[in-house]
């Protein structure tokens, strides 16, 4: 009797071979998009304008010269006495303002995705002197010393672990999954949202 091998069967140690490493790339693809967050910057978080329209009509000057050289005011009674001067900071009020204000636009493709963006903290959660949740905003004294910028410039963060600050406006790199979610907060409006999973303090 002639014993060998079936030459007709492929062998089975490179197929075993092969779903042990497609196994190992499985597990380590979302350790591998872990580590490679998207670099943004505060201008990637606005849309950009919408491109003008070459169909439509274009202003016509308010004034033009008349046949004598003087300047003319066109579509504009001066028979009626001027209005009175509207007093001071009567025109609109920062509260009137960001009633009428549309929202902020954001840009919805940054849902779900994995980020990385440095900024400054103002700090809405303590325990002790740590914080879990902050605003991030792109410069120093924004919601606190002076109006708060468009809601599509400050982003909500929430951490699972407090981390040490020394103060307001701490600059840091903050890393984590970004949504495109409306917040309302003590001190501002944010459009994005991010569940950190680090926060760096930089040094500037």
Same mark, same amino acid.
């Given at each position: 009797?002639?014993?060998?091998?079936?030459?007709?069967?492929?062998?089975?140690?490179?197929?075993?071979?092969?779903?042990?490493?497609?196994?190992?790339?499985?597990?380590?693809?979302?350790?591998?998009?872990?580590?490679?967050?998207?670099?943004?910057?505060?201008?990637?978080?606005? *849309? +950009? !304008?919408?491109?003008?329209?070459?169909?439509?009509?274009?202003?016509? $000057? /308010?004034?033009? #010269? =008349?046949?004598?050289?003087?300047?003319?005011?066109?579509?504009?009674?001066?028979?009626?006495?001027?209005?009175?001067?509207?007093?001071?900071?009567?025109?609109?009020?920062?509260?009137?303002?960001?009633?009428?204000?549309?929202?902020?636009?954001?840009?919805?493709?940054?849902?779900?995705?994995?980020?990385?963006?440095?900024?400054?903290?103002?700090?809405?959660?303590?325990?002790?002197?740590?914080?879990?949740?902050?605003?991030?905003?792109?410069?120093?004294?924004?919601?606190?010393?002076?109006? *708060? +910028? !468009?809601?599509?410039?400050?982003?909500?963060?929430?951490?699972?672990? $407090? /981390?040490?600050? #020394? =103060?307001?406006?701490?600059?840091?790199?903050?890393?984590?999954?970004?949504?495109?979610?409306?917040?309302?907060?003590?001190?501002?409006?944010?459009?994005?949202?991010?569940?950190?999973?680090?926060?760096?303090?930089?040094?500037?």
């Amino acid at each position: 009797m002639k014993i060998g091998f079936d030459r007709t069967s492929p062998p089975q140690r490179p197929r075993l071979l092969r779903i042990i490493v497609l196994g190992l790339v499985a597990l380590a693809a979302p350790a591998l998009a872990r580590e490679a967050p998207r670099e943004l910057r505060w201008a990637d978080l606005r *849309p +950009p !304008p919408p491109p003008e329209d070459p169909t439509k009509a274009k202003l016509k $000057p /308010f004034w033009s #010269k =008349g046949a004598s050289g003087t300047v003319e005011i066109r579509g504009v009674d001066t028979s009626e006495p001027a209005p009175p001067p509207t007093p001071e900071g009567k025109w609109m009020s920062r509260t009137t303002a960001q009633k009428s204000a549309a929202p902020a636009p954001v840009i919805a493709a940054l849902d779900g995705q994995r980020i990385r963006l440095g900024g400054y903290v103002v700090p809405l959660d303590f325990q002790a002197a740590k914080v879990t949740e902050f605003l991030l905003v792109p410069f120093v004294g924004a919601c606190i010393h002076v109006p *708060p +910028p !468009p809601a599509n410039q400050i982003v909500y963060v929430k951490t699972s672990e $407090p /981390f040490a600050i #020394k =103060g307001e406006f701490d600059p840091v790199y903050v890393t984590g999954t970004m949504k495109t979610a409306t917040t309302f907060t003590g001190l501002a409006e944010t459009g994005y949202a991010l569940d950190a999973d680090l926060v760096e303090v930089r040094n500037e």
